[in-house]
């Protein structure tokens, strides 16, 4: 893993997402980098891009994923945007990015043993 989408923060883990919804599935696909060498988690969901519905697919899948309550994920920025920055609350931030950082390892390890 090069780069990581996740920033330890006060009260806890901001994480950069680039999110596709309407996709066909809600899934979590790996790290891609922007132009200017960001790393994004790139997160798709089914959800409609009206209303909040995607950002609540997003919020609920990735709390999903990481064991951590729906309501100590939240979207702080980009609430309208592909591009998002989540809050990740925790009382420990550098546990939980150690954490996340595990689990993407993880991710990015599955991903490469499926092929894509």
Do not use: C, H
Request: proline share 4%; net charge positive.
């Amino acid at each position: 893993m090069t780069a990581s989408p996740f920033q330890v923060a006060a009260g806890g883990v901001r994480v950069a997402v680039r999110v596709t919804p309407k996709a066909s599935a809600d899934r979590v696909r790996g790290v891609a980098l922007d132009q200017a060498g960001v790393a994004w988690l790139q997160v798709s969901v089914t959800a409609v891009p009206e209303d909040g519905r995607a950002n609540k697919a997003v919020t609920a899948l990735l709390a999903r994923r990481w064991r951590v309550p729906k309501t100590a994920v939240e979207v702080v920025q980009g609430a309208t945007d592909r591009r998002k920055t989540l809050l990740i609350r925790d009382d420990d931030p550098a546990g939980l990015a150690t954490r996340l950082d595990d689990w993407l390892r993880d991710i990015e390890r599955q991903s490469g043993e499926t092929g894509g």
